[in-house]
């Protein structure tokens, strides 16, 4: 069975700095898809970022981007000048190309101090 | 568009009461899921429906619970004889499953209904 690990429980940045969360995560499969999604106090779940495992560029988004390690199984997500409205739980997700449900980290909490 | 919808915001309940939980997805989506987010828990998942198959249940914890979904749109998620163990957010998630775009794949998630039980 997959599983998602993340290894930081909580983090915190300074504000315009820049800060990586780490994924790490377990299969057997050679094709799946990562994301990155966050959670701010409102609960809702938004995407950051997704990744195709057969791709090998690294996806970005504006200033969230992935480096994406298929070989060590590693998918972390760098966040680049830091904004205060970054200050979530980030949560990393794994989903197989023939299964549908995602497979979830713990999350780890980003604080961002001005 | 209108995102995903979920009612109510928070429910509060006593042990043993039965619960329905509402979901309403992105207009066109075929997929459906629900997952279950515990205090200290990442998320679970529980439940998928996709156009008229036969649904995913492998993530149910037990027989007392179950979802329906209606003409293909809005999902109803049932406790039965709810246990304070019950208590969650439970949020809702669509996506539009096709056989093409990388996008469409993406699941789009509702703000969750907040569960206490006492």
């Known amino acids: 069975a997959q599983t998602v690990t993340q290894s930081q429980p909580e983090m915190s940045v300074q504000e315009a700095e820049t800060v990586t969360l780490s994924c790490t995560y377990d299969?057997?499969?050679?094709?799946?898809?990562l994301f990155w999604y966050k959670q701010p106090p409102s609960r809702q779940m938004i995407l950051v970022i997704r990744?195709?495992?057969?791709k090998q560029q690294n996806a970005t988004e504006n200033r969230f981007s992935v480096n994406f390690q298929k070989a060590a199984k590693s998918f972390s997500l760098k966040i680049s000048d830091s904004q205060l409205g970054d200050a979530a739980m980030y949560f990393c997700?794994?989903?197989?190309?023939?299964?549908?449900?995602?497979?979830w980290g713990l999350g780890t909490s980003l604080a961002v101090n001005p | 568009g209108a995102g995903v919808s979920q009612s109510p915001s928070n429910k509060v309940t006593e042990k043993g009461k039965d619960v329905e939980l509402r979901c309403d997805p992105i207009?066109?989506?075929?997929?459906l899921y629900w997952y279950r987010q515990s205090l200290g828990q990442g998320l679970e998942f529980l439940i998928y429906f996709q156009g008229n198959s036969a649904p995913d249940k492998s993530g149910l914890p037990s027989d007392r619970f179950s979802a329906e979904r209606t003409g293909g749109s809005v999902s109803t998620l049932t406790i039965q004889r709810t246990q304070q163990e019950d208590s969650a957010v439970y949020l809702c998630?669509?996506?539009?499953?096709?056989?093409?775009?990388?996008?469409?794949?993406?699941?789009?998630f509702g703000p969750g209904t907040r569960l206490l039980v006492l």
């Open positions: 998630a669509s996506s539009l499953v096709s056989s093409g775009g990388a996008n469409q794949e993406t699941q789009y």
């Open positions: 990744q195709e495992a057969y």
């Open positions: 997700a794994y989903r197989s190309l023939g299964n549908r449900k995602l497979i």
């Open positions: 299969t057997s499969e050679s094709d799946y898809y």
């Open positions: 207009s066109g989506h075929t997929a």
